[in-house]
């Protein structure tokens, strides 16, 4: 039996067994880096259970997976080689859009997942909207669209908790004043702001709706307002991907090029 491929889980940075991996094409093996089997088990049991939310049901301004229904078909992610549904949209482990292309040059003879080289991000555990309460950060930064809608992720719960940001962000679009690449910050409380980056025209699911190049000029204009500040400034941990549809080894390193300051939260 084959020894497991041990490692850093591109998922949790942990040094733990691979569930599946591989390199870059190319790449040393000593890049390689892989996803664990309990990072595997909880993006499976995240598909569940926004499945489960689906099927109950969402409300009319929701972006999310609504009418889901299972399906016998079976897709691997062009990304990462991970198995889906073939109704899913973007793989279920790495937010990849089931849409494109990608080399697919495997190391194993099971799943595998495409490697990106460890970042030099900081990247903790926790709740970014909670952060920002406890006065961990000061600016919570997320991408908005230009429609509107906060219906899904973390949009969803910053409209939950800080309700003034919603009616800020609508009302600046239809006065005009925000347009791609533009950052909106709305004063939640003392020394404390939500930053609504607009880095997407539209919503909507089976193309990628993130436009790189104004995510990329929202974080720029964000590190340009505190810079010279002791204003601490937190991001979701996959901004821009996931139901946006970004690819994270294409944002992760626009952050590190613009905002690499940035603490960013994984739940």
């Not at 664990?36 to 301004?61: H, I, P, S, W, Y």
């Not at 930064?141 to 899904?152: C, E, K, P, S, Y």
Request: charged residues 20%; hydrophobic residues 40%; negative net charge.
């Amino acid at each position: 039996m084959t020894e497991p491929i041990h490692g850093r889980c591109l998922i949790c940075f942990e040094d733990k067994p691979f569930d599946a991996f591989r390199t870059n094409c190319g790449a040393p093996p000593n890049d390689v880096v892989g996803v664990c089997k309990d990072c595997t088990a909880a993006a499976v049991a995240a598909r569940n259970a926004r499945r489960a939310q689906a099927d109950a049901g969402t409300d009319e301004n929701d972006d999310s997976d609504e009418g889901y229904e299972d399906s016998t078909e079976t897709i691997h992610c062009p990304r990462c080689q991970h198995p889906n549904d073939a109704n899913e949209t973007a793989c279920i482990l790495c937010a990849y859009p089931l849409s494109g292309g990608a080399c697919s040059q495997t190391d194993s003879g099971g799943d595998v997942f495409v490697m990106v080289p460890a970042s030099g991000l900081h990247v903790v555990r926790g709740d970014a909207v909670a952060a920002l309460q406890r006065g961990d950060i000061n600016i919570l930064g997320h991408q908005v669209n230009l429609r509107g809608v906060m219906g899904a992720g973390i949009a969803r719960q910053i409209k939950g908790v800080f309700p003034t940001v919603l009616a800020a962000y609508r009302e600046a679009i239809a006065a005009g004043d925000l347009a791609l690449g533009d950052v909106q910050l709305v004063q939640v409380g003392e020394n404390r702001w939500i930053a609504n980056m607009a880095g997407q025209q539209d919503i909507g699911r089976g193309r990628r709706q993130t436009d790189y190049q104004a995510l990329s000029a929202a974080l720029r204009k964000l590190a340009n307002l505190t810079e010279g500040t002791t204003l601490r400034v937190g991001l979701p941990f996959g901004i821009g991907c996931g139901l946006a549809g970004g690819d994270w080894s294409v944002v992760s390193r626009t952050i590190e090029e613009t905002l690499p300051q940035a603490v960013l939260y994984r739940l």
